[in-house]
């Protein structure tokens, strides 16, 4: 222990002190407030940035349809007017719907199916089932020929397919005046083209 007189200090030595403190914490404050400034208003590690996509675009494909035409045939071939044409048994009627498929896309997978209204539909195969009529559908483009769907990839992008309904009246099974003077609609039949 020091027993060594202790002189307390003037009062200019003291406020030189208490100046000296005051000058270096005013110094640390304008530090900090500068280093807050110069980061943003938070203190963090280094870092960096650097864009890499800044030039690439992601673009969507299309599955769609254009410039599709209608026609109605008998079985010889010949065009028909479908509100004049008066069907008997024995005969074949066709629907001719064709379409240009426009199929955009790296992945893409659909069909195109020509679809009647459900209930007819229904109608036709219970007819069909007794073996009054027979109905198929056939889907042709270029070469290739499917029934009931045609299956559309990137590939098949401009080509037009061709749907053709086929109804067949079985003569033979018609008796007296069985279908005589009965009309159907076939409002609702479509083209679907969709991808699977």
């Given at each position: 222990?020091?027993?060594?007189?202790?002189?307390?200090?003037?009062?200019?030595?003291?406020?030189?002190?208490?100046?000296?403190?005051?000058?270096?914490?005013?110094?640390a404050?304008a530090?900090?407030?500068?280093?807050?400034a110069?980061?943003?208003?938070?203190?963090?590690?280094?870092?960096?940035?650097?864009?890499?996509?800044?030039?690439?675009?992601?673009?969507?494909?299309?599955?769609?349809?254009?410039?599709?035409?209608?026609?109605?045939?008998?079985?010889?071939?010949?065009?028909?007017?479908?509100?004049?044409?008066?069907?008997?048994?024995?005969?074949?009627?066709?629907?001719?719907?064709s379409?240009?498929?426009?199929?955009?896309?790296?992945?893409?997978?659909?069909?195109?199916?020509?679809?009647?209204?459900?209930?007819?539909?229904?109608?036709?195969?219970?007819?069909?089932?007794?073996?009054?009529?027979?109905?198929?559908?056939?889907?042709t483009?270029?070469?290739?020929?499917?029934?009931?769907?045609?299956?559309?990839?990137?590939?098949?992008?401009?080509?037009?397919?061709?749907?053709?309904?086929?109804?067949t009246?079985?003569?033979?099974?018609?008796?007296?005046?069985?279908?005589?003077?009965?009309s159907?609609?076939?409002?609702?039949?479509?083209?679907?083209?969709?991808?699977?």
């Amino acid at each position: 222990m020091n027993t060594a007189a202790q002189t307390p200090l003037s009062e200019s030595t003291a406020q030189t002190g208490r100046s000296r403190r005051a000058g270096k914490a005013a110094l640390a404050g304008a530090v900090a407030v500068g280093l807050l400034a110069a980061g943003g208003g938070t203190f963090s590690k280094w870092s960096d940035s650097e864009a890499i996509a800044s030039q690439d675009i992601i673009t969507a494909g299309e599955l769609s349809m254009a410039g599709t035409t209608v026609a109605w045939k008998d079985g010889a071939g010949t065009t028909i007017d479908p509100a004049k044409y008066q069907i008997v048994p024995g005969d074949t009627i066709a629907l001719h719907a064709s379409t240009k498929v426009i199929a955009e896309g790296d992945n893409l997978r659909g069909s195109l199916k020509l679809e009647l209204p459900a209930q007819l539909q229904q109608e036709i195969a219970a007819l069909e089932r007794a073996g009054y009529v027979s109905y198929d559908v056939t889907l042709t483009s270029g070469d290739k020929s499917v029934k009931d769907a045609f299956p559309i990839t990137a590939d098949d992008n401009g080509d037009t397919v061709t749907a053709v309904a086929s109804f067949t009246w079985n003569g033979d099974m018609t008796t007296g005046s069985d279908g005589e003077n009965v009309s159907k609609s076939l409002s609702g039949t479509k083209l679907v083209l969709a991808q699977q």
